[in-house]
């Protein structure tokens, strides 16, 4: 989402090919316009809402393989402009907005290697420096800003399977700490930041199975504990915190590959999700 309340959907995966083509939502009309393509057609990048209203696309997999190119979204102009590019090419990486308003890239698949490797992006000029590397690496986690300024980074997959692990990103030291270990170990899942400061991390796929399981971290105890599971196991699913401090967990794929079209909703008092009917 964009400052002015815009959506921008940048690339992806098209009919049998990756697309460079970008859109714009409108919610007010509830239309969608094209505006200026990417420099580089991607897919299975990450897009990122800077301090400065610009939006930074990183790496990915384009025509040619995985990418470290980057680039900047300026809606005020609807053009792209390249920017530094990572030190690591890579893609199933994370970024995450950082309260300094660098940008936090971490781990993803690189040239046959999951990554521990991070780097940090400056907007001010443009280039990228590493940062502390992972103690594992990992493709697909999640990352999440805590309220205390740290990066919490969870599961994923890695050479040997799906870790359990958890990490801590310390923006002031630049290391990264493991914490607490999840129940479950997973990759494709959801992690949400709650009003409490605590993070709710809901489905995914995990050994041989997608799951219905959630989890919640305790920021302060640095401890996972179950909470309330899904209806419907799913993954590649989106999990929204509304302002209600409910989470509006939609769609995703289920057992045997279904594509879902099921809603619920999360209540953080209760610890358990309540399943919402289709209209």
Known sequence: MLANGQVLVAGGDGTNSVLASVELFD??????????????????????????????????SGTTGILSSAELYNPASGKWTVTGGLNIARKYHTATLLTNGQVLVTGGYGTNEYLSASELYNPGSGTWTTTGSLGTGRREHTATLLTNGLVL?????????????????????????????????????????????????????????VLASAELYDPISRIWTVTGGLSAARDYHTATLLPSGQVLVVGGTGSGIVFLSSAELYYPALGALQVLLSP
């Open 27 to 60: 919610p007010v009309n509830q239309i969608w316009t094209m505006t200026g393509s990417m420099t580089n057609a991607r897919a299975l990048h990450t897009a990122t809402l800077l301090t400065n209203g610009q939006v930074l696309v990183v790496g990915g």
């Open 153 to 209: 980074v969870a599961g994923g997959f890695a050479f040997d399977g799906f870790p359990t692990s958890a990490e801590l990103y310390d923006t002031v030291s630049g290391l990264w700490t493991t914490t607490g270990a999840m129940n479950i170990g997973r990759l494709e899942h959801t992690a949400t930041l709650l009003a409490s400061g605590q993070v709710l991390v809901t489905g995914g796929s995990g050994t041989n199975s």
